[in-house]
Nanobody, 125 residues
């Protein structure tokens, strides 16, 4: 069983900063790409940022220069530093990870994408 647990969301004024964390735990053998997505009310979930196990990153155009994704492979944790926040950044933020884990029910190792439960970020104007 693999779990992703996010923390760090909250309410902040426009121009402020927040740092999100997401820790993966369970029967993890390896983690490839980790990332953050967000979903605002009435909108589809969208990619915010991603990072490979080697540290290569990609960002949505809307957050480039303001958000920074990083990870600690030893802790199976991914972070999202969000600066210069805008009201349009308001959303539920979800982390995800491409994880190799042992599945007792299958008696084998498999790669699957796991998601966290989401953390609310609200930016007031």
């Amino acid at each position: 069983q693999v779990q992703l647990v996010e923390s760090g969301g909250g309410l902040v004024q426009a121009g402020g900063s927040l740092r999100l964390s997401c820790a993966a735990s369970g029967s993890i053998l390896n983690i490839n790409t980790m990332g953050w997505n967000r979903q605002a009310p009435g909108k589809q979930r969208e990619l915010v940022a991603g990072i490979t196990s080697g540290g290569d990153t990609n960002y949505a155009d809307s957050v480039k220069g303001r958000f920074t994704i990083s990870r600690d492979n030893a802790k199976n944790t991914v972070y999202l530093q969000m600066n210069s926040l805008k009201p349009e950044d308001t959303a539920v933020y979800y982390c995800n990870a491409d994880v190799l884990a042992f599945k007792p029910s299958r008696g084998s190792r498999t790669w699957d994408v796991y998601w966290g439960q989401g953390t609310q970020v609200t930016v007031s104007s």
